[in-house]
């Protein structure tokens, strides 16, 4: 099969076990929002993708992602899904839809910055720590906690949610107790806030635990592997 097809594929594949979760969990089918994660996919497999209608595309380096924001149909919606270093945001932010990776209080206020600037706010989710792994980026659970009050106050940016990832694991029941605590923050962060905010997404799932994450009230998944099934990269 040749590359569109596989892609075709892949996504109906994907997307059908997005309805089958979202039915298990009793959830509108339309709930649940794909992001392809390109970070290993050639132009060509980018390319197809964008043919076949699936327009939010997740990279993890900020320097391909405005490079790939040149290159490919300006209708694109491109979300940042890895670690931003505060002196590549002003470069990332006219080119990003979502950030999902804001993960410091320094990093959060230089965005704020940059988006009062451009006149634009920034929508971003605050990555979250969940597993308290030392090798992963995000709030722990307790600076979020304490530091709430502060980032409430951070004008120019519209914080949509939180994401979190699990940690590496062939089960994907492993990583439910990570996505719940991730849901359970979120409720109390809603319920701790002087205004009015609803952290309504909630980015969590990847390709080998998107179905349970689903269950634990994902808003957004992020697939890279599974859309790409097949197709072998040009060395
Ligand atoms: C790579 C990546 C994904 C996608 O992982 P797959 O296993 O390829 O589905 C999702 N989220 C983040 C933050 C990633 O870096």
Redesign the pocket.
Known sequence: METHQLILRNLKKVHSEISTACAIAERAPGSVQLVA?T??AEPSWVQALIEAGHIDL?E?RPQQLVQRSGEFSPDVHWHL??HLQRNKVDLVLPATTLI??VDSLRLLRKISQSAGDSATPARLLLEVNVSGEESKDGFSVPELQDGWPEILDVDDVVIEGL?T?APRSDDPEQSRPFFRALCELRDQLVAASARDITLEQLSMG???DFAVAIEEGATIV?????LFEGLQRAV
Do not use: D, L, P, Q
């Not at 992020?222 to 599974?226: A, S, T, W, Y």
């Open positions: 994660v970070k290993y997740g993890s899904i890895g999902h990776s994401m990832m990847m390709s080998n992020r697939i890279g592997n599974r």
